[in-house]
């Protein structure tokens, strides 16, 4: 490996740090202006984004303004990121990050084929999408059966849910395929070998999906100017414990690892956008009609988590998308100038 594509490889992993050190910096301002604007506007006819994100502010705990600082200071540092990478679209100089090649070029420099990160089919998504969703659909029938889950039942906050997971789903999709599968698997494979780079860029999906809190997290005092660095703290502490591992880290690995296998094996970010966005959406879906019954027994709290991304048994639903996508897309074929 040569000393550039050794500082690409760490510089996605600085990035991930600055990024959770600035949010953890900023999260005490935010949560404090979030919950003065709830206070402020509470009784009151207001601008209606203004009173839609005082409603968001005065319900929500901690963890939710930790998450959205994270988010703010990945798009902050995002541009300072890629100009640090020196990428770009083409052109002379350094090739982008998702304009790479395969072994044998490359950081090798021995001529390998180009593999260009293309525009793609849009089939491609809605393929991926019913294949997630027709997955997440079989796996929660199963659970419900089994015991793991119970059934709400179909309502008007269903139909509700169905038209507010739509748009976020696919935004949460898109955001997180250009950044994992477009920018940093993209770096990865410039940097090492499609399997180890689908790797590096699955653990790197995994890690973050861990640190995001969950709901309901309990701090100390959440006004506190270091309660950013708390919860972070508890995050990367939680990631010490072996059940979280096998049941929550290692089926994200997995699923990041499907999702590289996509962009990599179609040269195109359709295929893992509409996977991604299916899953989000269709396990969103069944938690607005089902509920996660209390596994008392730890063993089982690994087997089947809160919702159907964690746990070992939704792990088995994940390799059998890898499988699908292994016979419905073409392996990876000589690239003839499409970009």
Known sequence: ???????????????????LALGAVVTPWVYNIGKALAEVTAGKQTNGVVEWLAVWCRKEGVEWFFKWSWIGSAVVLFPVWVMWLKVGPGGGGRRAPWSVRLPGG???????????????????????????????????????QAGAFGWRGVGASAFSSLWKLLPVSLA?????????????????????????????????????????????LLVGNPEGSQVGFEVLAGQIVRLSDPWIIVGVLLPWLAFGGVLGFARWRTRSLWLPVGLHAGWLFANGMFLAVALPLNQPDPIARVLVGATLRDGLIPLLAVALAGIVLHFMTPAAEPDHGEG
């Open 106 to 144: 490359g950081a090798r420099g021995d001529g390998g084929q180009e593999l260009v990160l293309r525009r793609g089919d849009f089939r491609d998504g809605l393929k991926g999408a019913a294949v997630t969703m027709a997955l997440v659909v079989l796996l929660g029938i199963a659970l419900i």
């Open 1 to 19: 490996m040569r000393n550039e594509a050794i500082r690409d490889f760490v510089k996605v992993w600085l990035y991930l740090a600055a990024t």
């Open 172 to 216: 949460m999709a898109v955001l997180q395929e250009v950044l994992f599968r477009g920018f940093a698997l993209g770096v990865f494979l410039r940097t090492m070998r499609p399997g180890a780079a689908i790797l590096a860029a699955a653990l790197l999906y995994a890690v973050v999906g861990c640190l995001v809190p969950s709901p309901g």
